[in-house]
C-alpha cells in the first residue's frame, strides 16, 4: 500500500494531497495557517489575502499554494493551478468591487524586479485611479 501511494507521488502532473512548502518562507507559512493573514479567498491551488503593506486602498496577494520562488518557475506548477492563479485574481477584483473601475495585476520576478517574498504571488491592486506608469526606473530610448 506505502508503495502504491509513493509511485503515485512520482506521477508527472498528479496533484499531490500536501502542497511543497519551504520551511522559511511566510507565504507557504499563511498556507499552513501558522502566519497570521487576512483570508478573502481560498480554494484547493491558491489562497488570497490583504497585503500588509498596502500601496492602494485595494492591494490583495494571490498565492498558488504550492511553493514556486517566482513567475520564472511557472511551468512547475499544473495547468490547473495555473489557470486558478489568474482567475483567483479576477474574483478577488470583482469581491472587492473593483473589476468594473478598473484594476492592475503585478508578478516581481526575481532581485532587480524588486521581488521581497521569493514565493510566486501576484498584487491585485486597485479602488483608486493608480499611477499610468507602475515601472520607477527613468525612462530609456528604446533599442
Known sequence: ???RALTLLLIPGLLLAAPAKAPDCVFCKIVAGTAPSRKVYENEHVLAFWDIRPRAKVHLLVIPK?????LKELDELSVEARAALLSACVKVAK??????????????AGKDANQSVFHLHFHVA??????????SAEPRKAP
Not at 473593483?98 to 508578478?107: A, P, T
Not at 486597485?126 to 515601472?135: F, S, V
Open 1 to 3: 500500500m506505502l508503495r
Open 66 to 70: 504550492q511553493h514556486v520562488a517566482s
Open 95 to 108: 469581491d472587492q468591487g473593483i473589476l468594473e473601475e478598473g484594476f492592475r495585476v503585478i508578478s516581481n
Open 126 to 135: 486597485g479602488g483608486e485611479r493608480l499611477r499610468e506608469d507602475a515601472i
